[in-house]
Protein backbone atom coordinates (compact mmCIF):
# COMPACT_ATOMS: atom_id res chain seq x y z
CA UNK A 1 0.00 0.00 0.00
CA UNK A 2 1.12 3.19 -1.10
CA UNK A 3 1.02 5.70 2.03
CA UNK A 4 3.29 8.50 0.90
CA UNK A 5 2.23 11.53 1.13
CA UNK A 6 3.89 15.21 0.58
CA UNK A 7 4.01 17.51 3.68
CA UNK A 8 6.18 20.91 3.68
CA UNK A 9 7.45 20.10 0.41
CA UNK A 10 9.02 17.01 1.37
CA UNK A 11 7.99 13.76 -0.09
CA UNK A 12 7.48 11.14 3.11
CA UNK A 13 6.60 7.47 2.96
CA UNK A 14 3.73 8.02 5.29
CA UNK A 15 2.08 10.78 7.27
CA UNK A 16 3.07 9.63 11.17
CA UNK A 17 5.66 11.53 13.26
CA UNK A 18 6.10 12.67 16.62
CA UNK A 19 4.52 15.63 17.63
CA UNK A 20 6.88 17.68 19.55
CA UNK A 21 7.60 16.30 22.95
CA UNK A 22 9.87 15.52 25.55
CA UNK A 23 10.92 12.22 23.88
CA UNK A 24 13.09 13.49 21.55
CA UNK A 25 15.37 14.90 24.45
CA UNK A 26 17.03 11.58 24.15
CA UNK A 27 19.10 10.62 21.24
CA UNK A 28 18.55 6.82 21.74
CA UNK A 29 14.79 7.32 21.57
CA UNK A 30 15.38 9.34 18.53
CA UNK A 31 17.08 6.73 17.12
CA UNK A 32 13.75 4.35 18.47
CA UNK A 33 11.27 6.80 16.84
CA UNK A 34 13.05 6.51 13.68
CA UNK A 35 13.49 2.58 13.59
CA UNK A 36 9.98 2.64 14.49
CA UNK A 37 9.08 4.42 10.80
CA UNK A 38 8.66 7.91 11.98
CA UNK A 39 8.54 10.20 8.73
CA UNK A 40 10.00 13.08 10.13
CA UNK A 41 11.12 14.20 13.93
CA UNK A 42 9.29 17.41 15.38
CA UNK A 43 11.61 18.78 18.09
CA UNK A 44 10.04 20.06 21.23
CA UNK A 45 9.54 23.84 21.36
CA UNK A 46 12.11 26.38 22.90
CA UNK A 47 10.53 28.75 24.35
CA UNK A 48 11.24 32.72 24.20
CA UNK A 49 11.59 32.93 27.68
CA UNK A 50 14.47 30.76 27.58
CA UNK A 51 16.12 32.83 25.00
CA UNK A 52 15.56 36.04 26.77
CA UNK A 53 16.98 34.53 30.23
CA UNK A 54 20.25 33.56 28.78
CA UNK A 55 20.79 36.81 26.77
CA UNK A 56 19.38 39.24 29.64
CA UNK A 57 19.95 37.17 32.99
CA UNK A 58 16.34 36.73 33.74
CA UNK A 59 12.48 37.04 32.20
CA UNK A 60 11.63 39.61 35.55
CA UNK A 61 13.90 41.91 33.84
CA UNK A 62 11.97 42.26 30.55
CA UNK A 63 8.33 42.39 28.91
CA UNK A 64 6.50 43.04 32.45
CA UNK A 65 3.87 45.11 32.92
CA UNK A 66 3.71 47.46 36.03
CA UNK A 67 0.85 45.29 37.32
CA UNK A 68 2.46 42.32 36.84
CA UNK A 69 2.69 40.65 40.40
CA UNK A 70 5.72 38.29 41.90
CA UNK A 71 2.82 35.56 42.48
CA UNK A 72 2.23 35.63 38.36
CA UNK A 73 6.59 35.87 37.47
CA UNK A 74 6.80 32.60 39.90
CA UNK A 75 5.52 30.49 37.14
CA UNK A 76 8.19 30.96 34.62
CA UNK A 77 10.26 27.61 35.23
CA UNK A 78 14.07 29.01 36.28
CA UNK A 79 16.57 28.33 33.55
CA UNK A 80 17.85 24.98 35.01
CA UNK A 81 14.05 23.37 34.79
CA UNK A 82 14.45 23.79 31.13
CA UNK A 83 15.06 20.65 29.59
CA UNK A 84 17.30 21.84 27.02
CA UNK A 85 18.20 25.50 27.11
CA UNK A 86 18.72 27.80 24.12
CA UNK A 87 23.07 26.41 23.33
CA UNK A 88 21.69 22.83 24.47
CA UNK A 89 18.80 23.00 21.71
CA UNK A 90 20.81 24.01 19.03
CA UNK A 91 23.56 20.83 19.58
CA UNK A 92 20.18 18.39 20.20
CA UNK A 93 19.41 19.75 16.33
CA UNK A 94 22.90 19.15 15.42
CA UNK A 95 22.66 15.61 17.20
CA UNK A 96 19.38 14.78 15.63
CA UNK A 97 19.86 15.42 12.38
CA UNK A 98 23.53 13.42 12.02
CA UNK A 99 21.73 10.35 13.70
CA UNK A 100 18.76 10.03 11.44
CA UNK A 101 17.74 10.39 7.34
CA UNK A 102 14.92 11.66 8.06
CA UNK A 103 13.40 15.51 7.83
CA UNK A 104 14.14 17.10 11.62
CA UNK A 105 11.47 20.21 12.48
CA UNK A 106 13.07 21.93 15.05
CA UNK A 107 10.29 24.30 17.10
CA UNK A 108 10.59 27.82 18.40
CA UNK A 109 7.52 29.16 21.29
CA UNK A 110 6.96 33.04 21.45
CA UNK A 111 4.43 35.60 21.41
CA UNK A 112 7.38 38.79 20.18
CA UNK A 113 8.72 38.88 16.94
CA UNK A 114 12.07 40.01 18.29
CA UNK A 115 12.42 36.29 20.47
CA UNK A 116 12.05 34.21 17.36
CA UNK A 117 14.63 35.54 14.17
CA UNK A 118 18.19 34.87 15.64
CA UNK A 119 17.20 31.71 16.87
CA UNK A 120 15.18 30.79 13.72
CA UNK A 121 18.46 31.37 11.83
CA UNK A 122 20.26 29.28 14.20
CA UNK A 123 18.39 26.51 13.95
CA UNK A 124 18.41 26.47 10.58
CA UNK A 125 22.11 26.73 10.34
CA UNK A 126 22.52 24.07 13.23
CA UNK A 127 20.88 21.71 10.59
CA UNK A 128 16.97 22.25 10.99
CA UNK A 129 15.11 21.06 7.54
CA UNK A 130 11.97 22.94 8.79
CA UNK A 131 10.33 25.15 11.71
CA UNK A 132 7.21 25.03 13.26
CA UNK A 133 6.23 27.98 14.93
CA UNK A 134 4.17 27.04 17.97
CA UNK A 135 2.32 30.27 18.73
CA UNK A 136 0.79 30.18 22.66
CA UNK A 137 -0.63 33.13 23.30
CA UNK A 138 -2.86 33.68 26.35
CA UNK A 139 -4.66 37.16 26.27
CA UNK A 140 -5.52 38.43 29.81
CA UNK A 141 -5.56 42.30 28.45
CA UNK A 142 -8.80 44.15 28.10
CA UNK A 143 -7.30 46.32 25.87
CA UNK A 144 -5.72 43.87 23.41
CA UNK A 145 -8.38 42.80 20.43
CA UNK A 146 -8.62 39.54 18.65
CA UNK A 147 -7.33 41.74 15.36
CA UNK A 148 -4.30 42.30 17.63
CA UNK A 149 -3.63 39.10 18.95
CA UNK A 150 -3.81 37.71 14.77
CA UNK A 151 -1.54 40.64 13.54
CA UNK A 152 1.08 39.66 16.42
CA UNK A 153 1.33 36.41 14.97
CA UNK A 154 1.28 37.31 11.24
CA UNK A 155 3.92 38.93 11.98
CA UNK A 156 5.78 36.53 13.42
CA UNK A 157 5.45 34.28 10.44
CA UNK A 158 6.35 36.68 7.99
CA UNK A 159 9.58 37.72 9.90
CA UNK A 160 11.02 34.02 10.43
CA UNK A 161 9.49 33.54 6.63
CA UNK A 162 11.91 36.09 5.47
CA UNK A 163 14.51 35.15 8.11
CA UNK A 164 15.07 31.63 7.09
CA UNK A 165 15.21 29.53 3.54
CA UNK A 166 13.92 26.11 5.01
CA UNK A 167 9.93 25.26 5.12
CA UNK A 168 7.91 27.03 8.20
CA UNK A 169 4.39 25.79 9.69
CA UNK A 170 2.57 27.96 12.43
CA UNK A 171 1.35 25.72 14.81
CA UNK A 172 -2.36 27.29 15.51
CA UNK A 173 -4.84 27.05 18.96
CA UNK A 174 -8.38 26.24 18.29
CA UNK A 175 -9.55 30.17 19.84
CA UNK A 176 -9.35 32.19 16.54
CA UNK A 177 -12.96 33.54 15.76
CA UNK A 178 -12.43 32.71 12.25
CA UNK A 179 -9.66 29.86 11.57
CA UNK A 180 -10.37 30.14 7.64
CA UNK A 181 -9.89 33.61 7.24
CA UNK A 182 -6.56 33.68 9.67
CA UNK A 183 -5.34 30.45 7.68
CA UNK A 184 -6.26 32.97 4.32
CA UNK A 185 -3.92 34.91 5.70
CA UNK A 186 -1.26 32.96 6.58
CA UNK A 187 -1.36 31.28 3.17
CA UNK A 188 -0.84 34.97 1.54
CA UNK A 189 2.24 34.66 3.55
CA UNK A 190 3.52 31.79 2.17
CA UNK A 191 3.51 29.94 4.97
CA UNK A 192 4.42 26.10 4.21
CA UNK A 193 2.28 24.16 7.15
CA UNK A 194 -0.43 24.72 9.66
CA UNK A 195 -0.49 22.40 12.54
CA UNK A 196 -3.93 21.99 14.03
CA UNK A 197 -3.94 22.61 17.09
CA UNK A 198 -1.91 23.73 20.18
CA UNK A 199 -3.00 22.33 23.54
CA UNK A 200 -3.72 24.91 26.27
CA UNK A 201 -2.68 23.77 29.39
CA UNK A 202 -5.03 24.97 32.19
CA UNK A 203 -3.91 25.94 35.39
CA UNK A 204 -6.06 24.41 38.37
CA UNK A 205 -7.10 25.68 41.76
CA UNK A 206 -5.92 24.13 45.14
CA UNK A 207 -8.57 25.44 47.38
CA UNK A 208 -6.73 24.31 50.57
CA UNK A 209 -3.47 25.88 50.06
CA UNK A 210 -5.36 28.74 47.47
CA UNK A 211 -2.48 28.21 44.94
CA UNK A 212 -3.03 28.21 41.19
CA UNK A 213 -1.36 24.69 40.09
CA UNK A 214 -0.26 23.53 36.98
CA UNK A 215 -1.67 20.35 35.37
CA UNK A 216 -1.17 18.08 32.52
CA UNK A 217 -3.31 15.90 31.16
CA UNK A 218 -2.65 13.72 28.18
CA UNK A 219 -5.14 13.60 25.04
CA UNK A 220 -7.96 11.12 24.16
CA UNK A 221 -9.06 10.94 20.79
CA UNK A 222 -12.24 12.79 21.86
CA UNK A 223 -9.75 15.49 21.03
CA UNK A 224 -9.51 14.58 17.29
CA UNK A 225 -12.65 16.11 16.60
CA UNK A 226 -11.86 19.49 17.40
CA UNK A 227 -9.01 18.67 14.73
CA UNK A 228 -11.10 17.01 12.12
CA UNK A 229 -13.84 19.60 12.16
CA UNK A 230 -11.04 22.06 11.04
CA UNK A 231 -8.85 20.46 8.93
CA UNK A 232 -11.90 19.34 6.74
CA UNK A 233 -12.61 23.25 6.82
CA UNK A 234 -9.34 24.30 5.62
CA UNK A 235 -8.13 21.31 3.21
CA UNK A 236 -8.56 22.37 -0.31
CA UNK A 237 -8.65 25.85 0.58
CA UNK A 238 -5.01 26.94 1.25
CA UNK A 239 -2.19 25.76 -0.42
CA UNK A 240 0.11 25.01 3.01
CA UNK A 241 -0.11 21.82 4.21
CA UNK A 242 -1.75 20.74 7.46
CA UNK A 243 -0.99 18.52 9.96
CA UNK A 244 -3.24 16.95 12.59
CA UNK A 245 -1.93 16.78 16.59
CA UNK A 246 -3.90 15.70 19.20
CA UNK A 247 -5.95 12.98 19.56
CA UNK A 248 -4.20 10.67 17.16
CA UNK A 249 -4.03 7.57 19.05
CA UNK A 250 -5.52 4.51 17.03
CA UNK A 251 -5.15 3.73 12.69
CA UNK A 252 -8.89 5.02 12.53
CA UNK A 253 -7.88 8.19 14.07
CA UNK A 254 -5.13 8.52 11.86
CA UNK A 255 -7.22 8.01 8.66
CA UNK A 256 -10.05 10.32 9.92
CA UNK A 257 -7.54 13.37 9.73
CA UNK A 258 -6.30 11.89 6.53
CA UNK A 259 -9.78 11.95 5.03
CA UNK A 260 -10.26 15.08 6.63
CA UNK A 261 -7.20 17.18 4.79
CA UNK A 262 -4.34 16.22 6.74
CA UNK A 263 -0.92 15.81 5.23
CA UNK A 264 1.03 15.30 8.40
CA UNK A 265 -0.70 13.19 11.13
CA UNK A 266 1.48 14.25 14.59
CA UNK A 267 0.86 11.39 17.50
CA UNK A 268 2.23 12.56 21.28
CA UNK A 269 0.11 10.68 24.19
CA UNK A 270 0.13 7.34 22.25
CA UNK A 271 4.28 7.13 21.99
CA UNK A 272 4.04 8.21 25.43
CA UNK A 273 2.07 5.40 27.06
CA UNK A 274 2.79 2.69 24.39
CA UNK A 275 6.35 3.87 23.34
CA UNK A 276 7.86 4.51 20.14
CA UNK A 277 6.49 1.08 18.48
CA UNK A 278 2.76 2.37 18.82
CA UNK A 279 4.02 4.47 16.06
CA UNK A 280 5.02 1.67 13.42
CA UNK A 281 1.56 -0.54 14.70
CA UNK A 282 -0.41 2.41 13.64
CA UNK A 283 1.31 2.93 10.09
CA UNK A 284 0.60 -1.30 9.49
CA UNK A 285 -2.76 -0.96 10.82
CA UNK A 286 -3.49 2.11 8.41
CA UNK A 287 -2.29 0.30 5.74
CA UNK A 288 -4.36 -2.90 6.51
CA UNK A 289 -7.28 -1.01 6.78
CA UNK A 290 -7.14 0.81 3.33
CA UNK A 291 -6.14 -2.16 1.63
CA UNK A 292 -9.30 -3.90 2.84
CA UNK A 293 -11.19 -1.16 1.96
CA UNK A 294 -9.92 -1.24 -2.21
CA UNK A 295 -8.10 2.15 -1.91
CA UNK A 296 -4.86 1.97 -4.44
CA UNK A 297 -3.24 4.82 -1.71
CA UNK A 298 -3.52 6.94 0.95
CA UNK A 299 -3.71 9.92 -1.35
CA UNK A 300 -6.93 8.66 -2.54
CA UNK A 301 -8.11 8.90 0.91
CA UNK A 302 -6.72 12.34 1.61
CA UNK A 303 -9.43 15.44 1.95
CA UNK A 304 -12.12 12.99 0.71
CA UNK A 305 -14.19 14.21 3.44
CA UNK A 306 -13.58 17.73 3.69
CA UNK A 307 -15.70 20.51 3.32
CA UNK A 308 -15.78 20.66 -0.03
CA UNK A 309 -15.84 16.63 -0.48
CA UNK A 310 -17.72 15.39 2.13
CA UNK A 311 -21.49 14.08 1.22
CA UNK A 312 -23.20 15.98 4.05
CA UNK A 313 -20.78 19.49 4.42
CA UNK A 314 -23.83 20.28 6.96
CA UNK A 315 -21.84 17.88 9.22
CA UNK A 316 -18.78 20.67 9.56
CA UNK A 317 -20.90 23.76 9.76
CA UNK A 318 -24.34 24.63 11.79
CA UNK A 319 -26.73 21.67 11.31
CA UNK A 320 -24.76 19.44 12.59
CA UNK A 321 -24.70 21.66 15.88
CA UNK A 322 -28.61 21.69 16.02
CA UNK A 323 -28.62 17.80 14.53
CA UNK A 324 -26.65 16.46 18.20
CA UNK A 325 -28.98 18.54 20.61
CA UNK A 326 -31.94 17.23 18.92
CA UNK A 327 -31.20 13.70 18.36
CA UNK A 328 -29.73 13.30 21.98
CA UNK A 329 -31.69 11.56 24.19
CA UNK A 330 -31.67 10.54 27.79
CA UNK A 331 -30.30 6.83 28.56
CA UNK A 332 -31.84 5.85 32.15
CA UNK A 333 -30.08 4.73 35.09
Same mark, same amino acid.
Request: aromatic letters at 6%; charged letters at 25%; zero cysteines.
Given at each position: ?????? &??????????????????????????????????? %???????????? /????? %???????????? /???????? =?????????? &????????????????????????? /?????????????????????????????????????????????????????????????????? =???????????????????????????? /??????????????????????????????????????????????????????????????????????????????????????????????????????????????????????????????
Amino acid at each position: MDLSTT &YLGFTLPHPLMPGASPLVDDLDMVRRLEDAGAAAI %VMRSLFEEQITR /EQLGS %VHNIMVHENTSA /EALSYFPE =PDEFALGPER &YLEQVRRIKAAVDVPVIASLNGTTP /EGWIDYAKQMQEAGADALEINFYHVSTDPTESGADVEQRLLDVVRLVKQAVTVPVAAKLSPFFSSL =PHLARQLDALHVDGLVLFNRFYQPDIDP /ETLEATPRLSLSTSDELLLRIRALATLSGRVRASLAATGGVHTAIDALKAVMAGAHGVQMVAALLHHGPQRLGQVRDELAAWLEEHEYESLRQAQGSMNLERSPDPDAFERGNYMRVLHTWRLTRV
